[in-house]
């Protein structure tokens, strides 16, 4: 990027009612085509996906529903939650060393708190930053799963009024020893990509880093309209850009133009669009019935229980103990937002917000608590879902799971865990030799751009030490950071569905892993897998697909037999390479299930033809898979064959010899060996 000004787009939704793309549902959701109307991510609603889905909130533990502030005469003034490790909240918050918020500019001070938010209580445990330390922005670094804590001010004059970093959320906090520069209420967030962005300039400017100690590089300044400030940036997991800002006016109450609230979107970081819809407003209900208008609300800063950051699940935000009226004519500039620093009046507090898809208490309750019911050799078995996620979803009784986009979900043994685990006995393992494992996919219009992938892995990661997010994820393509044998039983969207083998050589890692692997297709061009009637699978409807490994009399594994119906009718595809020999143990020993939705714009190794471009923004906003099931494999006469050119035979291209439609394009005959070169 060079420093230019950014585009920016100003929504009205005022008489709007159809749309036509992603954008025009705020990229929280999906435009679908047939009825012009947006269908929203969790937890956004309206028809323009721009409003949040709030729930009540606690009030019983503390006056006013504070989570820190507020009794006995301490002043706070938003700040971040986190839940650590421990399963304990921590609350990042700034605190008034003396008085109230009139005073902020020097008395404002960093502290640490951790209680639970089930029952509303935070209790100080240190000092952070001393004052001059404001607005806190607390996020993890999933490289090194340390701690980053931005703010302004700086903090008794450690050297840092940008940001400090720390090991553990417990401290010591060192100052960061480089900076963009001036960077007023400073929010950040990393990008799929690992990029980390900040917005600087209270919501005016964007820098970015390939990482937290390097070199800073300053990108396109941002345009938001008069009056916001406060931004709180996250990525969703389309891999958009989403910022939260707080909007403040100045007008006497009796013009009735309060205003609370706004959101800005873009699918590169350069293109902005500024919503005239509010995603949240002044008004707070309460769990005990009753409700409050306040005179302010600001510093609204995300709650995340994924991963990956991608879906927020609630939000704090620092409040006046003014309630909104007409007294705010007696406030400074006779506004309603300015009660916060009039004397006498300036004590404030900081609460809490769930939204839809909100799980109390985490990590003791889990999206998987329920159960996944797998059906083995006719005995229905319940398992567990990990890492807690609200878009993931045990659906149907046990019957099934839905992934919302940019999920990863995997089946355990152990049930509540708030991410994977470095135990391979918290896992299910499904050992599948002589075996055939079933599942019925919804793709719910999924198409060209997106992957509702059902597979095994060998987790978890044998690295000795998580990859990104503190997850212990591992794959043959090392996404997430860490390598291992992986079986894709199923990568598909609407036309097409592949079936891929990937072994690894020992050590595991980038290098002894095939990455491409030998797999069979189905659709890409053919009429056999495709939307509509004309295709012998319509994949606007439910299929099952059932993957058996076949082994031979002597229990070796001689081909990987996919076939997908669809009430009466039937397609197969058969992968019987003698490469498969190489995935033979770890078939064995046991695999875990993973199921992830995600897409890219680069999905035509998958897709193409007949998609001759990916649009991943175009994603529904979840898939479904149901029934899982497994049993004896059937009968087969299967064998495993190679591509040869001197009689039978094998010759030496894994990539010939990888499946019979490889052979054909080497120009070999794909046969059963008699020998290997």
Known sequence: FEVMAAMAIFLSVAGAAACNTARDCSLNGVCITATTSCKCDLPWTGPTCGVLRVMAVNRSAQPGASIYGWAPNVSSWGGTLVTGADGEDHLFVAQMKTGGLIGWGSQSECVHATGSLSTGRFTKQNLVLPNECHGPVLIQDPTSHGYLLFHIGDGGGTNSSFMHHSASLHGPWIASTTSPGSCGMPTAGFHPNGTLFVICGNGRALVRASQWDGEWTHLSPLAPPPGWEDPTLYFDGRGNWHIIYHVYALRPFAAHAEIYSGHAFSVDGWSWTFSTVEPFGGSVNFTDGTSQSFATRERPQLLFQDSGRHVPVGFTSAVSSQPIGSMCDTCKEHACSQCKVSPGRDWTYTIFQPLEGYIPDLPQTSAGAKGLVVTEDGTPETYHISPINPN?????????????????????????????????????????????????????????????????????????????????????????????????????????????????????????????????????????????????????????????????????????????????????????????????????NGMVLVMSYWGADSMGWLDKPPCASDPVGQCPASITFSGISVDPAPPSAATRKCCSWNADVCGPSDYCNGSQANCKGCGGKWVAPSAVL
Request: charged fraction near 15%; glycine fraction near 12%.
């Open 392 to 588: 993931v979803k045990v659906v149907d009784d046990g019957g099934g799971v839905e992934l919302g986009f940019g999920t990863r979900a995997y089946v355990m043994v152990t049930p509540n865990l708030p991410k994977s685990s470095s135990n391979r006995s918290d896992f299910k393992e499904f050992a599948l030799l002589g075996k055939m494992i079933n599942v019925t996919v919804d793709l719910n219009s999924a198409s060209c751009g997106c992957n509702a992938a059902f597979y095994l892995t060998s987790m978890p990661a044998p690295a000795g030490s998580p990859g990104t997010g503190g997850d212990w994820y591992c794959d043959a393509n090392s996404v997430g950071g860490n390598s291992c044998p992986e079986i894709d039983l199923i990568e598909a969207n609407q036309n097409a569905l592949h079936t891929t083998v990937h072994a690894c050589k020992s050590p595991w890692n980038e290098t002894n892993c095939d990455k491409g692997g030998w797999n069979t297709k189905f659709g890409q061009g053919g009429t056999d897998f495709g939307i509509g009637p004309r295709f012998t699978i319509d994949t606007t409807k439910t299929f099952t697909v059932s993957n058996a490994f076949s082994t031979s009399s002597n229990g070796s594994l001689v081909a990987v037999i996919t076939t997908i119906t669809q009430g009466s009718a039937v397609i197969t595809s058969t992968l019987d390479s003698i490469l498969l020999e190489r995935a033979q143990a770890d078939i064995g």
